[in-house]
């Protein structure tokens, strides 16, 4: 059975040594037998149907691959349709009447509790507020993630220690649910 995957990329095309760019990684997601891929936007999405693997091991995959076709380390995360609907769909937050530089989701690559985030003071952070999902944290920063204090706090590396944590605005979350419906 062949199911559609978003592949979240951490960390590319944003500045620095990570240049990889979309047309490059089509072609190394073909040469891994994937089917239909496409890009969405420069800063590391990808959509593409496979009839082999999980999430877990078409995202080890697809590292490796990057690895040794580019020379450099990427984290992946790779999840289903089902999935990327079900964490849109549950969001906390009035997604409909915020703008989309306000919301963001956080897709981690493991389950996640509220004691990871125990040290947060949340009350010093309003109005910024943030919640738990399915291995997501939905985060609500209504002056725009580049100005969100709370934004710097949790992306702290003893917060995600041990996993992989890659954000994305409120219109590529309903964008990835768009194209991997297809």
Same mark, same amino acid.
Request: charged residues 25%.
């Given at each position: 059975?062949?199911?559609?995957?978003?592949?979240?990329? =951490? +960390?590319?095309?944003?500045?620095?040594?990570?240049?990889? /760019?979309?047309?490059?990684?089509?072609?190394?997601?073909?040469?891994? +037998?994937? #089917?239909?891929?496409?890009?969405?936007?420069?800063?590391? @999405?990808?959509? &593409?149907?496979?009839?082999? +693997?999980?999430?877990?091991?078409?995202?080890?995959?697809? *590292?490796?691959?990057?690895? @040794?076709?580019?020379? &450099?380390?990427? #984290?992946?995360? %790779?999840?289903?349709?089902?999935?990327?609907?079900?964490?849109?769909?549950?969001? /906390?937050? /009035?997604?409909? !009447?915020? !703008?989309?530089?306000?919301?963001?989701?956080?897709?981690?690559? *493991?389950? %996640? #509790?509220?004691?990871? &985030?125990?040290?947060?003071? =949340?009350?010093?952070?309003?109005? !910024?507020? &943030? =919640?738990?999902?399915? =291995?997501?944290?939905?985060?609500?920063?209504?002056?725009?993630?580049?100005?969100? @204090?709370?934004?710097?706090?949790? *992306?702290?590396?003893?917060?995600?220690?041990?996993?992989?944590?890659?954000?994305?605005?409120?219109?590529?979350?309903?964008?990835?649910?768009?194209?991997?419906?297809?």
């Amino acid at each position: 059975m062949t199911t559609t995957y978003a592949a979240l990329l =951490r +960390g590319i095309n944003v500045g620095g040594k990570k240049k990889l /760019p979309m047309a490059d990684l089509r072609q190394l997601m073909d040469g891994l +037998g994937h #089917d239909g891929v496409r890009t969405h936007l420069q800063s590391g @999405q990808a959509v &593409f149907a496979s009839g082999h +693997g999980d999430e877990d091991s078409l995202a080890a995959e697809l *590292a490796q691959a990057i690895q @040794q076709h580019f020379g &450099f380390a990427v #984290d992946v995360i %790779v999840r289903d349709h089902a999935y990327l609907k079900a964490v849109a769909e549950a969001c /906390p937050f /009035p997604a409909a !009447e915020l !703008e989309a530089k306000q919301l963001h989701v956080t897709y981690f690559s *493991a389950p %996640v #509790d509220a004691e990871r &985030f125990a040290e947060i003071d =949340r009350e010093a952070y309003l109005p !910024e507020e &943030f =919640r738990l999902g399915d =291995r997501a944290l939905y985060l609500y920063a209504p002056d725009g993630l580049g100005r969100s @204090q709370l934004a710097v706090h949790l *992306a702290k590396p003893r917060i995600n220690k041990g996993l992989i944590a890659t954000s994305r605005n409120w219109n590529t979350v309903v964008k990835l649910v768009e194209l991997t419906a297809q």
